[in-house]
Nanobody, 115 residues
Framework: QVQLVESGGGLVQPGGSLRLSCAAS????????MGWYRQAPGKQRELVAV???????MYADSVKGRFTISRDNAKKTVSLQMNSLKPEDTAVYYC?????????WGQGTQVTVSS
């Protein structure tokens, strides 16, 4: 089973950028569909972006054109480049790995967008 560790969160001003990374270990990373989700206080966890094992991507409407998901199968990492950040992007961001019926989550990393 894969294990996931996120990094790269922090405090950024509106309009700024952050890059989140998720390092995977323990299994065949290339077979997993990978994704980033987020959960703001008082709200349900929501999909941000996903990248399939074949490299196809999908984004939430709220982040299209601002966020980019990518993966490096050799390094077993998935990244989320976030540009033009808005206060409403503030949330805990979670990395997810899906293979069949199995879902694995990282511990989450806080992103705060505030002036």
């Amino acid at each position: 089973q894969v294990q996931l560790v996120e990094s790269g969160g922090g405090l950024v001003q509106p309009g700024g950028s952050l890059r989140l990374s998720c390092a995977a270990s323990g299994s065949i990373f290339i077979s997993y569909h990978m994704g980033w989700y987020r959960q703001a206080p008082g709200k349900q966890r929501e999909l941000v972006a996903v990248i399939s094992s074949g490299g196809g991507t999908m984004y939430a409407d709220s982040v299209k054109g601002r966020f980019t998901i990518s993966r490096d199968n050799a390094k077993k990492t998935v990244s989320l480049q976030m540009n033009s950040l808005k206060p409403e992007d503030t949330a805990v961001y979670y990395c997810n790995a899906q293979l069949g019926m199995t879902n694995t989550w990282g511990q989450g990393t806080q992103v705060t967008v505030s002036s």
